[in-house]
């Protein structure tokens, strides 16, 4: 469904990603790992169009996508869950979730994926109508999640979402992601917490520096010694 080839991307003048090789078969839950730095944000950056690549390739169902308009990207459906959220916290919840629905093709069946994202999250329905900025963060990050969810997507890109969650909560989040994942949708997850990312995805690419280091299942990973002493802090 999505394969990342040699990608080589620019922040100004300063190089992000030297190259990074990735596969996402469709359905599979997939995992990007790797320290503060590493370039987890602007490969899922790159992959939404927000960042055009120097070199390498995006390839997204048999196409190259690789410095295509975030807005085209969403329309051939993948969808990103941003890093910190960026909810309109001035707006209210269904407004966000909304703003996730702008493309016509998702206007048409809006109330119905309303409906979904709030099956998914009942306690967004009961405050629908409170300011996005008057949630906690979990609530939040489930307003950023529904809102990506408004535009039908494919593939989810998930920016670690269990950022600034209540423990409690991570679990509520995290089956409602299952759950999406159930329904066929595809999930590339960053996270930081090796452990926990290990539990909900099939497999897992570390990246170090701007370069595809490792990847495995979560077995073969945890089995790896220089995964181990790299990320787990084993000697
Ligand atoms: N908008 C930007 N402008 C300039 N440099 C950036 C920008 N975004 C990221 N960088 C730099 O690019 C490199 C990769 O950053 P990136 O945010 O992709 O890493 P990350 O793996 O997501 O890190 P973190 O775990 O801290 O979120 C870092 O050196 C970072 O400082
Ligand atoms: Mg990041």
Known sequence: MLNLANLAVDHGKLRALWDVSLTVRAGEKIGLLGANGAGKSTTLGAIMGLY????GDIVFDGASIAARPPADN????IALVPE????????SVQENLEMGAYLRASRASLSQTLDYVFTLFPILREKARQNAGELSGGQQQMVAIGRALMSKPRLLLLDEPFLGVAPLVIYDVMDALRRVADTGVTILLVEQNIHRALDFVDRA??????????????????????FGTKFLGLE
């Open 84 to 91: 910190g959220r960026r909810l309109f916290a001035e707006m």
């Open 52 to 55: 055009p690549p120097q070199s």
């Open 205 to 226: 690419y570390v990246i170090e520096n701007g370069r595809s280091a490792l990847d495995g299942t979560r077995e073969s990973l945890l089995g790896d010694p220089e």
């Open 74 to 77: 969403v329309a051939r459906g």
